[in-house]
């Protein structure tokens, strides 16, 4: 029994130290992984679009006599704009510059004495400043800035007509909200009023000098691919 006692006590500290040599070995796991924490969407960085809206608005003449009242141009508008934000905190700063197709058109006509005008913008264009405050990836933002536009001008009557295409230049301003749904893709809602200065008109042999001015509103959308 002594014999068998003794056994059995030796076998258990084999295994003990079996164990115990065991313990010390290496451990087949794997290290840990580091959790993963995505960085923070940043409104900061480059970004070119496009956009389509609607236009309308108003023409602002003086001098042309009867021919004083336009009616309200509206119409179709699309484009492009590039632009540059720059996020410190949650304000975003950034300037735009755009530039629009358009199809506004308002005419004006006096019966009676054969007269008739018209007012077109075949085109238009802003470079704006831009200031935001990001909640996330929502963005509303204010923005103003510089206006220039194609106005052609063409008044007709019994034995003449003269037009007028010119360049004209002026101011904008506006604001909007922007939506980043991807960290590269934003979709945006604007809305800009644009002040185009008058042209003058002179009509041949001096008969009168007139001038036309341009205003009109902007509701469009866009979508932004952010570099």
Known sequence: MKNYLLSGVAALGILAAGAASAADLPSRKGPVAAPYYPPA????????????????GQVDSSALGTLNSFDDPDGFVGGGQVGYNYQIGQWVLGVEADFQGADLKATASDPFFGL????????????????GYAFDRFLPYVTGGFAYGNVKNKISGPGFSVSDDNTQYGWTLGGGLEYAFTNNLTVKAEYLYVDLDKESIVVPGGTFTGSVGTKFSVARVGLNYKF
């Open 116 to 131: 008739r005008a018209s007012n077109e913008l075949n085109w238009f264009g802003t470079v704006r400043g831009r200031v």
């Open 41 to 56: 969407f940043t409104w900061t960085g480059f970004y070119i679009g496009a956009n389509a809206g609607y236009a309308w």
